[in-house]
Each structure stands twice: as structure tokens, then as C-alpha cells.
């Protein structure tokens, strides 16, 4: 397995790229004339209920503000690829930026907490987590002068295979795409070859045999026309994954008040309108993956105790890992659920 540093695809800017994205970097720090332009990244595509959600938060932006700051958002890799997004924004070459928050996991178990089997796997257990992991993310952020305005979940994860799914080790020796660490884990765990392939790139993996199976959201099964290529989705809700959106703390910084309370409004909107668009998303992509021939089925007590079992492995390896802080993350979270 490769070590985690590798595990995002990257893609090779040109030096015409860099040349522009210093450009831009340098004139929305350079003056207050041209400091109310910000360019946010995606790596996901216009199609995205996520890149939607987005798109509406810079509109709010702009008409809040009555244009005194403009968020223009670059979708599916367009500007810059995923896995330089966050360092891009860091550095502060683009203001903002929007990236699946557990491809973070090899900088601190914090970030792989919503991608752990069993921990959240409804909607009101995965916005709990997010609410009772906000202040740690914040913390984190923070220190690598960044500032995060909202959280969305994908809906809930399942298997991808051309198989009805019955037996864990139908899995065994599968390249299975993984867009995480603790996917990857997970995938090992089970018995299969992790493979990394962007969200963009999951129709051509298939079709060129990279990939035989995936786990991720019927959303992206939809976006993807996942029919194209493949017929069976077990909707095990293993994990309610999240995207972030976040900015540079010194372009924020650099706004005036009313400017700051704006965007940090629209970000508020943007949160609430996102989950609920999640939820309205996983309903729309089962029905649309079933008309085009998907056939979808949920684990059967066998294939649900030998999911788990991966699941816990991988939860005490997480454990070990997080330390004291993490305990008490956790139980912050079951406390809020219980309350």
C-alpha cells in the first residue's frame, strides 16, 4: 500500500498555470481595490449537488455584499486538483477552497472520524459528529492559517460491484476504489486492493479495468452514470463522509466587518440548505440508479456482522491512534446524541 502522502491523485500544473495562479494570489492580497475577489476550487463536477450548494453560497455572497466581494468557483478540477487544494489555499494562491474532508486523514485522526463504520450512519448521527468535531477541525485549521465556513455529508456510503453482493469475500483480491485512508483500511480489511481514482476519472477506471468495484454514495453513482459500467449497489450505510469549505483566515481577515458577517451568513445558509440537499439527493439517485437497471439490496445479517467486523478493526486501530483527545471527542459526540 502506498504510503498516505500518495494517496491523492495529483495532476501536474502546467508552468502557465502557476504563472496565473501567483498572479491571482498575489493581486487579491495586493490592495483593497482588488481584495474583494476570491476564487473558490472544487474538484467536483457542475453536476454535484455539492458544487450546486456551492455555487449558491458565492452567489449569496456577491448579492449580500451588493458585489463589494465576488466568489468565483472553478468545479471539477478545473483550476487546481484536488489534492493541491488545501495547500493552494493555505499559501494563499486561491482564497477558498473545497475538498473531501477524510483525504486529511494523514495529518490527524480527526479527520478520518466520519469515515469510521458504526460511528455515524444517519444523517442526524453525522451532523451530531460534525457539530461535536467542529471545534477540534477549527483548532487544526487554525494553525495552518485557514478558517472553515461549513460542512456538508455526502449520504451514506455503499459497494459498488458488478456481483450481487452476498459474502464478504466476493471482495477478496477486488481492485476497489478508495478515496481515503481509512477507505483504503477498510478495503484491506475486507480482503481487496485499494485503488485511488479521483471522482472524475471513476468512468474511464472502469472501463480500463483499474477498478472492479467501489465504495461511495449513490449520489456519485448518479453523477457518474455508474449504469454505464456496472449494475449492483449494496447500500450498507457503512459512513456519512463530508465535504468542507473553507478559506484563507488572511483573505477573510482582510474584509471588513460587514463583508465578514455576510459571507459567514451565506456559509451558515449554505450549511443547512447543503444538508438537506444530501438528504433529497440520496432519495433522487436510488430512484435514478434503479430506472437505469441498477439493482439495489442492503447487507444480509451474515455480510452485515463480517462488515462490522472490518468496521471494528479499523475503530481500534483509529483509537490507538487518536489518543486522549479523541476519546474525548467521541464522547462528546455520544453525549450530544443521548441529550
Same mark, same amino acid.
Given at each position: 500500500m502506498r504510503k498516505p502522502n500518495d494517496s491523492l491523485t495529483r495532476k501536474t500544473p502546467t508552468v502557465k498555470s502557476f504563472a496565473w495562479l501567483a498572479t491571482v494570489g498575489a493581486l487579491?492580497? #495586493?490592495?483593497?481595490?482588488?481584495?474583494?475577489?476570491?476564487?473558490?476550487?472544487? @474538484?467536483?463536477?457542475?453536476?454535484?449537488?455539492h458544487t450546486k450548494n456551492t455555487k449558491q453560497f458565492a452567489?449569496?455572497?456577491?448579492?449580500?455584499?451588493?458585489?463589494?466581494?465576488?466568489? $468565483?468557483?472553478? #468545479? %471539477?478540477?478545473?483550476?487546481?486538483?484536488?489534492?493541491?487544494?488545501?495547500?493552494? *489555499?493555505r499559501r494563499g494562491t486561491v482564497q477558498a477552497g473545497e475538498i473531501f474532508l477524510s483525504i486529511l486523514s494523514n495529518e490527524s485522526p480527526?479527520?478520518?472520524?466520519?469515515? &469510521?463504520?458504526?460511528?455515524?450512519?444517519?444523517?442526524?448521527? =453525522?451532523f451530531a459528529l460534525w457539530q461535536a468535531s467542529k471545534p477540534?477541525? $477549527?483548532?487544526?485549521f487554525a494553525k495552518e492559517g485557514l478558517m472553515p465556513l461549513y460542512a456538508v455529508a455526502w449520504p451514506a456510503q455503499g459497494i459498488y460491484t458488478d456481483f450481487d453482493l452476498t459474502d464478504v469475500s466476493q471482495?477478496? %483480491?477486488?481492485?476497489?476504489?478508495? @478515496?481515503?485512508?481509512?477507505?483504503?483500511?477498510?478495503?484491506?480489511? *475486507?480482503?481487496?486492493?485499494?485503488?485511488? $481514482?479521483?471522482?472524475?476519472?471513476?468512468?474511464t477506471?472502469? #472501463?480500463? %479495468?483499474?477498478?472492479?468495484? +467501489?465504495? $461511495?454514495? #449513490?449520489?456519485?453513482?448518479?453523477? +457518474?452514470? =455508474?449504469? !454505464?459500467?456496472?449494475?449492483?449497489?449494496? !447500500?450498507?450505510?457503512?459512513?456519512? @463522509?463530508k465535504n468542507i469549505v473553507f478559506v484563507n483566515k488572511r483573505a477573510f481577515d482582510?474584509?471588513?466587518?460587514?463583508?465578514?458577517?455576510?459571507?459567514?451568513?451565506?456559509?451558515?445558509? =449554505?450549511?443547512?440548505? %447543503?444538508?438537506?440537499?444530501?438528504?433529497?439527493?440520496? !432519495?433522487?439517485?436510488?430512484?435514478? &440508479?434503479t430506472e437505469n437497471g441498477f439493482t439495489i439490496s442492503e447487507p444480509d445479517a451474515k455480510l452485515a456482522e463480517d462488515l462490522k467486523a472490518a468496521g471494528d478493526k479499523l475503530f481500534q486501530d483509529w483509537k490507538s491512534r487518536a489518543g486522549e483527545e479523541g476519546q474525548q471527542l467521541l464522547?462528546?459526540?455520544?453525549?450530544? &446524541? !443521548? =441529550?
Open positions: 487579491a492580497f #495586493s490592495g483593497p481595490a482588488l481584495a474583494a475577489q476570491w476564487n473558490l476550487a472544487t @474538484p467536483y463536477g457542475d453536476a454535484s449537488f452567489e449569496d455572497v456577491t448579492e449580500a455584499t451588493d458585489g463589494e466581494l465576488t466568489v $468565483t468557483v472553478h #468545479s %471539477g478540477g478545473s483550476l487546481i486538483s484536488h489534492g493541491e487544494i488545501k495547500p493552494s *489555499v480527526v479527520y478520518e472520524l466520519d469515515t &469510521l463504520p458504526g460511528v455515524a450512519s444517519s444523517y442526524e448521527e =453525522a477540534d477541525i $477549527t483548532e487544526l471482495l477478496k %483480491g477486488l481492485r476497489i476504489r478508495a @478515496p481515503n485512508i481509512n477507505t483504503q483500511r477498510f478495503v484491506e480489511n *475486507v480482503g481487496g486492493k485499494p485503488t485511488e $481514482t479521483e471522482e472524475a476519472d471513476i468512468p477506471a472502469f #472501463s480500463t %479495468g483499474r477498478v472492479d468495484a +467501489m465504495i $461511495t454514495s #449513490s449520489s456519485t453513482g448518479k453523477s +457518474m452514470s =455508474a449504469w !454505464d459500467y456496472i449494475k449492483h449497489y449494496n !447500500d450498507a450505510k457503512l459512513w456519512l @463522509p482582510r474584509l471588513d466587518e460587514s463583508t465578514q458577517q455576510a459571507v459567514l451568513d451565506a456559509a451558515k445558509a =449554505a450549511e443547512t440548505r %447543503g444538508w438537506e440537499a444530501s438528504k433529497a439527493d440520496a !432519495d433522487e439517485s436510488a430512484k435514478v &440508479l464522547e462528546r459526540y455520544r453525549a450530544d &446524541l !443521548d =441529550a
